[in-house]
């Protein structure tokens, strides 16, 4: 039995208003037959007599039977034809069972005072599965609070530069829209004018806005805080960044894991297992000589092993699990992934974009006590020049002082760019540089230059040139791919999780992988660094881990990672790599920030705590309760009423709920 389709399937009547609304007629119905029930006549000394009384408990016991009753009839014909038995087909047998013996009481063939007993037992089961409905959908409500995150209009500026609006659906790519301070961008695209404080944690999980500015991309949904800005569409509908996030949470929320192709079988066995005893126990009491008896053990059996507590056990969590999930940031694409991140024994990380910047930075400029002059003066040669180590340079010199301007700029293939400062010819370059024009570098210098070069950062040299044309080093600075704050972090987390090894990948050289390695804080003997790794190699460096016995997540997010996030046990892309890389990986980490692996753990111990804990409580509960229902105990005066059942199991019903709701305690972002 999939629960978790049924309760998605408003076509066969399984949405929480429809159930809502029967409940409260069902209810309105079940007052006049409780109070001409013999019950309410023994405690009040007689029963209320007026023309039609012996028709009330029949005419609007057959109107809840068959309209109260009616979606767990459909529901039952549809387990049957499915060959599903599970919890419809239980409450089916339960109502029809009663049913039939009120009417064979009515005719005189049972002395049952069973009406009440009915639609008492038909309110309840509404009650029940109405509340069973509406925790779920609440849980589910993260694909709807995800479509509110959309706009119903949008400003596109026209040819002559003013705003026309018009409805989302209408935008195409390559419009401009007007995004105003404290509204939402309608559609994915990139700033062409502009700068804006943007709020995008409900997309990245980021609680902080991040600043973006002309050809910064930025998605649909987030919001400008505090400045206009001017966006070109990339992608609207369901293209958008929004969308793929909505259909990411749509898949896991209907996707199975090993627990709840457990729980269905639960919820068969028990089906089973109940129509036994429920035979049984009519056999045993018919038997013994008590028919009257025989039937309300038979209903009450029937009633106690209804699962609808195991049904919503697994459900419930997975739904809630996936939305919490989805507003930090954390997409899952695949229940097994997440079922398997609390065993893994590895964390496999690829070092560029994932625990670096991606991008070199400045991290060292000598001589130190003229390092801003030397920046000014490097970042004015470089002005001109495409190449990234170029524009760390010069992005490294603003703001220290007014820019520096340069002229007679000129590349010098294989060896660097050269240019004249205030009359003066100055060149950046390395080693090649410095051979050709013949400069050596001062020792106080060169001590630098080896300990930058140890630790795997790119070292340029600035020549100055004298009216002879000879060359002396000005100064040196070192460029490397900084290390993410955030990723120190995420190693200690991983390691406060209990994680084993932690393990990276990268195609740099040695010493600059085992120069990053010391900065994340590798235990050298317990973690691993694989380096000058090929890209098509990085997927045996996994296969390498797995044939050791270890477990292993992969965290990437580049087209070359693909191979190896496929074939980890668990593929972890960042959400901020490609669309191969996504789609190859059964977790999605929408920000950039590698401390969301350490959340993936926490939510999978969490919610595979949480889907035992309601496993144990909604199958253990029967082992009490089953043998209560068939009257085991009813010589010594314990027995349970079909309606007293039916409480029950609606009480267990809402401990799993209850339960599942803890899930929201659980700290997935830092």
């Known amino acids: 039995m999939d629960h978790q389709q049924h309760s998605q399937d408003k076509h066969a009547g399984h949405d929480p208003a429809m159930f809502r609304r029967r409940f409260w007629v069902c209810l309105v119905l079940t007052v006049p037959i409780v109070a001409t029930s013999q019950l309410v006549g023994q405690w009040f000394g007689g029963l209320p007599d007026f023309p039609g009384r012996q028709l009330v408990g029949p005419v609007l016991g057959s109107v809840v039977y068959l309209w109260g009753g009616w979606p767990f009839l459909v529901g039952a014909v549809r387990e049957v034809r499915g060959r599903a038995p599970g919890m419809m087909l239980l409450v089916a047998m339960a109502i029809t069972v009663a049913y039939v013996a009120s009417v064979a009481t009515s005719v005189g063939l049972f002395d049952l005072d069973f009406w009440w007993e009915l639609a008492a037992l038909v309110t309840i089961m509404l009650l029940g599965h109405w509340q069973e409905m509406k925790a779920i959908g609440q849980a589910r409500g993260a694909l709807s609070a995800l479509a509110a995150l959309l706009p119903d209009d949008a400003e596109r500026v026209t040819g002559d530069g003013s705003t026309a609006r018009v409805r989302i659906g209408e935008l195409q790519v390559g419009d401009v829209v007007l995004v105003r301070p404290g509204a939402r961008v309608p559609a994915d695209g990139r700033i062409v004018d502009g700068i804006a404080e943007l709020d995008e944690s409900m997309v990245t999980g980021e609680s902080r ?48 894991g090993r627990a709840q192709v457990l729980a269905d079988r639960f919820a068969a066995w028990l089906f089973y297992i109940a129509t036994a005893t429920a035979a049984v126990t009519l056999l045993v009491w018919w038997v013994l000589g008590d028919p009257d008896q025989a039937v309300v053990r ?65 991290v060292g400029v000598a001589p130190e006590t003229d390092g801003d002059g030397v920046l000014r003066l490097a970042a004015a040669v470089e002005a001109d020049s495409e190449h990234p180590l170029a524009r760390a340079i010069v992005a490294a010199a603003a703001g220290r002082g007014a820019p520096l301007t340069a002229t007679g700029f000129r590349t010098m293939p294989g060896q660097g760019v050269r240019a004249s400062v205030d009359g003066t010819g100055y060149a950046v370059g390395g080693p090649a540089l410095l051979r050709e024009a013949g400069a050596r570098v001062p020792d106080d210098l060169d001590a630098r230059v080896r300990e930058w070069s140890g630790r795997g950062a790119a070292v340029l040299h600035l020549l ?34 209990g994680v084993p090894k932690i ?82 990986a059964g977790v999605v980490l929408a920000s950039s920030d590698p401390r969301g692996v350490a959340g993936v753990i926490r939510l999978s111990r969490a919610s595979y705590r949480k889907m035992l804990q309601n496993l144990g409580w909604a199958a253990g509960y029967n082992v009490v309760a089953l043998p209560l229902a068939a009257g085991v105990l009813a010589g010594a005066g314990v ?32």
């Open 464 to 497: 100055r040139y004298d009216g002879r044309g000879a060359a002396e080093v000005r100064g040196v600075i070192a460029l490397a791919d900084q290390v993410r704050p955030e990723a120190r972090k995420a190693v200690d987390e991983l390691r406060a999780q």
């Open 639 to 670: 027995a349970l009423s079909p309606a007293a059942a039916a409480v029950l199991m609606s009480a267990s019903t809402i401990v799993v709920a209850l339960n599942a709701q803890l899930l929201r305690r659980v700290r997935l972002t830092p």
């Open 298 to 362: 038979t209903v009450t059996v029937l009633v106690i092993a209804c699962p609808h507590a195991l049904g919503l056990a697994i459900p419930l969590v997975i739904a809630l699990s996936t939305a919490l999930a989805a507003k930090s940031g954390i997409l899952i694409r695949d229940r097994l992934a997440v079922e398997r991140m609390r065993t893994v024994d590895a964390v496999l990380f690829d070092k560029t974009g994932t625990l670096t910047r991606g991008e070199h930075t400045v």
């Open 209 to 256: 806005p991040v600043s973006r500015g002309v050809d910064d991309r930025v998605v649909a949904g987030t919001v400008a805080t505090d400045s206009a800005i001017r966006v070109r569409v990339e992608a609207v509908g369901g293209d958008t960044a929004l969308a793929g996030i909505q259909r990411l949470v749509a898949e896991a929320q209907r996707s199975r």
């Open 503 to 584: 393990v990276m990948i990268t195609g740099d050289a040695r010493p600059v992988a085992e120069a990053v390695a010391a900065d994340l804080g590798f235990i050298s003997g317990v973690d691993e660094v694989f380096a000058e790794v090929l890209p098509a190699d990085k997927d045996g460096a996994v296969a390498d881990l797995q044939r050791r016995g270890l477990r292993v997540a992969m965290v990437g997010d580049g087209v070359n990672d693909a191979p190896a996030l496929a074939r980890a046990d668990v593929g972890i892309a960042i959400g901020a790599g490609t669309d191969v890389a996504i789609e190859s």
